[in-house]
């Protein structure tokens, strides 16, 4: 007879009480039970109040007659509080998960009643589903350490600065488009605006100008805290001095991988704690979604699960990957299946591409084994 998993919480031998957590901007609803078909206590705190937080674990256990001794176990959904959360309840002894949102079942129904109360009971009674031995009932997010965390701050704000410059090279050609004015944006472009001309052959408006000039004052200053960010990435990749700037300068030495491409791939996917392959596939978002359902079958494309930066990272450098590594196995297999395709069949496959190379570097990291084929700085 197989032996059951967790045998004492899902028999209720050794009480436990559990605590879900329905966070948002300005309170935070509070679920405690101790199993699935007991009573369960609600209380609304204010956001981010810890004493109110203590208080209502103090008074959740004399509510539910457990000694100070009984353990704690919490839950809530990965959003906007980050993690500080969940180490503020490590730091009060709660044993503490944080679900992905996406992976908690819901009623499917056109509508549905969702109240924080609603939602709180089905998180508390997942929780107790959890600790009970059913590890499906959700997926639990990594929480990384905070020095790794704070880390990868730097490289989204370099995400975050390009954004904002492409928005504003955007706004200036849209302003300049209202009076039929096309022309690039170059370094002296401050200087040539007093040259432009409409399409009637006038100066431009005053009050456009002042706006123009105001979006190139803007576009100036990103630029410039965009040069800045890249050189101290590029001088913290060459330094080496962390485990993830050392993981970076590995896959630096690949022909195709620069300085950005290999720091933001370092700290957000394999400085994480990845086992196989299927776990890399399933962060990048990469992996097929199969339909399977009586005589129905097709796919349903890529899952777009994960970290949308990676996989936009990833499809980019199978494109780099194609062109700087062309005697790679990895190439020589895209040029054989999708090499003569159209352009959709090639979009298609470098999509496939794009993952095996995130496996690919994901062993190379691991094992500093080169990808077969590839060459080296």
Same mark, same amino acid.
């Given at each position: ?42 209380? *609304? =705190?204010? /956001?981010?109040?810890? @004493?109110? !937080? ?5 008074? +959740? ?122 022309? *690039? =944006?170059? /370094?002296?472009?401050? @200087?040539? !605006? ?5 399409? +009637? ?138 090499? +003569? ?37």
């Amino acid at each position: 007879m197989d032996k059951m998993t967790h045998r004492d919480e899902s028999m209720g031998a050794t009480p436990v009480l559990y605590m879900a957590m329905e966070l948002s901007a300005t309170k935070w609803h509070l679920v405690f039970g101790i199993g699935v078909a007991t009573p369960m206590r609600h209380r *609304t =705190i204010a /956001a981010g109040a810890v @004493d109110s !937080l203590r208080e209502e674990m103090r008074k +959740a256990r004399a509510r539910f007659e457990l000694s100070t001794e009984v353990p704690v176990r919490s839950c809530y959904e990965a959003g906007r509080d980050g993690f500080w959360v969940h180490r503020l309840l490590n730091q009060e002894g709660v044993e503490n998960l944080v679900v992905d949102s996406s992976s908690i079942e819901v009623n499917r129904r056109h509508r549905r009643a969702k109240t924080d109360r609603l939602d709180g009971v089905a998180l508390c009674r997942k929780l107790v589903q959890y600790w009970s031995g059913d590890h499906h009932t959700w997926k639990v997010v990594h929480v990384p350490s905070e020095a790794l965390e704070d880390s990868r701050q730097a490289d989204r704000g370099i995400v975050t600065l390009t954004t904002e410059r492409t928005a504003w090279r955007n706004r200036i050609h849209a302003l300049l488009m209202l009076v039929g004015v096309r022309t *690039t =944006i170059t /370094a002296d472009f401050g @200087d040539r !605006l007093d040259r432009v001309r409409t399409w +009637a052959g006038e100066p431009l408006p005053p009050g456009l100008l002042s706006r123009v000039r105001q979006a190139w004052r803007m576009l100036t200053n990103v630029e410039s805290e965009l040069r800045a960010a890249r050189q101290a990435q590029r001088d913290e990749v060459a330094a080496a001095a962390t485990a993830p700037a050392q993981i970076a300068a590995q896959l630096r030495r690949l022909h195709a991988i620069g300085d950005g491409t290999a720091a933001l791939l370092a700290k957000e996917l394999f400085s994480r704690d990845l086992r196989n392959r299927r776990e890399v596939g399933a962060l990048t978002g990469l992996v097929g979604v199969p339909y399977n359902s009586g005589d129905t079958s097709r796919e349903q494309g890529i899952s777009r699960a994960g970290l949308a930066r990676v996989r936009g990272i990833a499809v980019e450098l199978a494109w780099l990957w194609r062109r700087y590594q062309p005697q790679s196995a990895l190439t020589r297999w895209f040029e054989a299946r999708f090499g +003569a395709g159209g352009k959709r069949v090639r979009k298609i496959g470098i999509v496939a591409l794009a993952r095996r190379l995130m496996v690919a570097l994901w062993r190379y990291t691991q094992t500093g084994i080169v990808p077969a084929g590839a060459t080296v700085r």
